[in-house]
């Protein structure tokens, strides 16, 4: 046997074992973890941080990192008003208008411009963004760097349900901190605002439910002062208070 043959040889006996016994030095997903590529990825140079984009136009929920924007994150928080959380009664979804309509009444980026905001925000975070042919605003493929658990998702729309759009402040949450006593037209403007809008992980989106921050926070904890910074921003934006729980594990996140 020539040289090369027995090398080649003695590569695929090694792997045989492999093929027997599986991976067992190889990082695989965890059972929890997201659809689509889940490989695990550093902070994504594409997102912005929350200090730096105050309407929610610009892409991702990139980490607060520094002390001085720490310091900028904690004043913030601190101008939130806190109150108990009401009762649900009464409250559908449909209260806030159907789901990712383009025609919120108020002052809403991305509004009537002829997509609808599942699709906005697809857009605004997305990257490697493909359209359904004919179309430039059916998102039909993108690679996603979800926040919530800091992987990345490759995601089709033949999977929607593998990326989900978060409401930052749930709108059950909302009708129970005084939403409401609304009109309809500023109940659908905060349902559609992207201010309040992060496309993310959908079991994690599923995992939060209707909770706030004292009950629940983003897997990844590179971003949970950036998230109680987006809380803040929504709840300024639409002078909703929220519990005085979640105000204060809004602090911690920043360092209070």
């Known amino acids: 046997m020539s040289v090369a043959r027995r090398v080649l040889a003695g590569v695929a006996l090694l792997g045989l074992p492999l093929l027997a016994t599986g991976c067992k030095d190889v990082d695989l997903p965890a059972h929890n973890a997201p659809s689509g590529s889940a490989v695990p990825t550093?902070?994504?140079?594409?997102?912005?941080?929350?200090?730096?984009?105050?309407?929610?136009?610009?892409?991702?929920?990139?980490?607060?990192?520094?002390?001085?924007?720490?310091?900028?994150?904690?004043?913030?928080?601190?101008?939130?008003?806190?109150?108990g959380r009401g009762p649900k009664t009464g409250y559908a979804r449909d209260e806030f208008g159907y789901a990712w309509m383009d025609s919120a009444p108020g002052d809403v980026p991305f509004a009537h411009n002829g997509c609808d905001s599942r699709n906005?925000?697809?857009?605004?975070?997305?990257?490697?963004?493909?359209?359904?042919?004919?179309?430039?605003?059916?998102?039909?493929?993108?690679?996603?760097?979800?926040?919530?658990?800091?992987?990345?998702?490759?995601?089709?729309?033949?999977?929607?349900?593998?990326?989900?759009?978060?409401?930052?402040?749930?709108?059950?949450?909302?009708?129970?901190?005084?939403?409401?006593?609304?009109?309809?037209?500023?109940?659908?403007?905060i349902a559609n605002d992207p201010l309040n809008l992060i496309?993310?992980?959908?079991?994690?989106?599923?995992?939060?439910?209707?909770?706030?921050?004292?009950?629940?926070?983003?897997?990844?904890?590179?971003?949970?002062?950036?998230?109680?910074?987006?809380?803040?921003?929504?709840?300024l934006k639409y002078d909703l208070p929220v519990t005085a729980a979640d105000k204060e594990t809004m602090l911690k996140q920043c360092g209070g």
């Open 42 to 83: 550093s902070q994504d140079g594409h997102a912005v941080s929350p200090l730096d984009n105050p309407d929610g136009t610009k892409p991702g929920l990139a980490a607060i990192t520094s002390a001085g924007d720490k310091a900028k994150a904690r004043a913030l928080i601190q101008k939130v008003t806190t109150k």
């Open 120 to 189: 906005d925000l697809l857009k605004r975070d997305g990257q490697k963004v493909k359209f359904r042919s004919g179309s430039d605003c059916v998102v039909v493929s993108m690679s996603l760097h979800d926040p919530y658990t800091g992987r990345t998702i490759d995601w089709t729309k033949s999977k929607a349900t593998q990326v989900q759009i978060d409401h930052v402040m749930p709108l059950s949450y909302d009708w129970q901190m005084g939403a409401s006593r609304w009109s309809k037209g500023k109940r659908e403007d």
């Open 199 to 235: 496309p993310v992980d959908g079991p994690t989106n599923g995992a939060k439910s209707d909770s706030g921050p004292a009950t629940w926070l983003p897997p990844n904890k590179q971003i949970r002062c950036s998230y109680s910074v987006r809380v803040a921003q929504v709840s």
